[in-house]
């Protein structure tokens, strides 16, 4: 344990500090859960005009440490490379991009990338299989590229590792497991568990969970990723839930540019629905949703508003 924390690396900076910019739309994996995946055959990613206007943007008004290229899968732009380059010579300390992982199972490629400026790489690990992860991302072999990726790296200092976990039927009685299988990962910062956002006023059955059922999961793997170091960020949970807990939900995102249709599909979602919304104290819940209620009701006699306290940041 002392040996996992001495080699911790640098901390992401804080969600205020960084921007995320849409450059892709497209995706050589179909995972279930994924929040774009009946949108980003029709959402428009930024072109390179929007690129240099906000890199002019943040040279001019230092706005943002940090970039964060993201959309679908931003590996299968030729271009990212020369893109984290602009990043940097514009004036951003970090790069950070989002992505599967699955190239990053070329060494090579991997050093491409840092060497061209990205020192932050936020993966999606969405089980703690290959046999679960592959059902999941539905193409196999995935998760071996991924966990390969990951181990290549390890292999960099001065990088960091994020890694995001989506929560669903599929993975919520798998998640302290995904820490154990990450344990001796040194780059890795920070660990993110995202409980699934249906995006629809619907959900998927295959997909929803009850919350009452995934708490006790989710409180296990975050006590262990601490324990292992991690710093821990929970989103789109009841706050109340995660009991002991709590301090890991953070709902806070950086600042997002992308396509302004998507936010008339983010909010068929219905956050903040909550019997107890005005009586609670808690600036981070974003309560239930509509597909969430209309499968399990409203927990009226679980849910329990919070009082102010050192929580509830
Ligand atoms: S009672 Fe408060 S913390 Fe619990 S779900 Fe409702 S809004 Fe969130």
């Not at 196999?140 to 929560?167: A, H, K, Y």
């Not at 819940?285 to 679980?302: I, P």
Request: proline content about 5%.
């Amino acid at each position: 344990m002392s040996a996992i924390l001495e080699i911790l690396p640098h901390r992401a900076l804080t969600h205020t500090d960084y921007v995320e910019l849409t450059v892709h739309f497209r995706c050589n994996l179909k995972c279930q859960h994924c929040m774009i995946l009946d949108s980003m055959h029709w959402l428009t990613p930024a072109d390179d005009v929007d690129f240099q206007a906000l890199l002019d943007e943040n040279l001019r008004e230092r706005k943002w440490k940090g970039l964060i290229l993201t959309g679908a899968e931003v590996t299968l732009r030729p271009d990212l490379p020369r893109m984290a380059e602009r990043a940097r010579k514009a004036g951003f300390e970090h790069v950070r991009i989002q992505t599967h992982g699955m190239r990053l199972d070329n060494p090579d490629y991997c050093r491409t990338l840092v060497d061209a400026g990205i020192d932050e790489f936020f993966i999606s690990v969405t089980a703690d299989t290959a046999q679960q992860h592959d059902l999941i991302t539905e193409v196999p072999g995935s998760f071996v590229r991924t966990m390969n990726g990951i181990q290549n790296l390890d292999e960099i200092p001065g990088i960091s590792i994020l890694t995001n976990t989506v929560v669903t039927r599929m993975s919520y009685d798998r998640l302290a497991s995904v820490v154990e299988r990450l344990r001796y990962v040194r780059n890795l910062c920070r660990m993110e568990f995202w409980c699934y956002w249906p995006m629809a006023e619907e959900a998927k059955p295959e997909l929803i969970v009850s919350h009452l059922d995934v708490a006790p999961h989710l409180r296990q793997a975050v006590r262990l990723a601490k324990v292992y170091g991690r710093e821990v960020e929970v989103k789109n949970f009841p706050h109340c839930l995660l009991g002991s807990e709590a301090s890991a939900l953070v709902n806070d995102q950086p600042e997002l540019r992308i396509d302004p249709r998507f936010w008339n599909e983010f909010h068929r979602n219905g956050f903040h629905q909550c019997l107890f919304r005005d009586q609670c104290a808690s600036k981070q819940c974003l309560g239930l949703n509509t597909a969430y209620t209309k499968v399990y009701g409203w927990h009226a006699d679980q849910l329990k508003p919070m009082s102010v306290g050192p929580t509830q940041a």
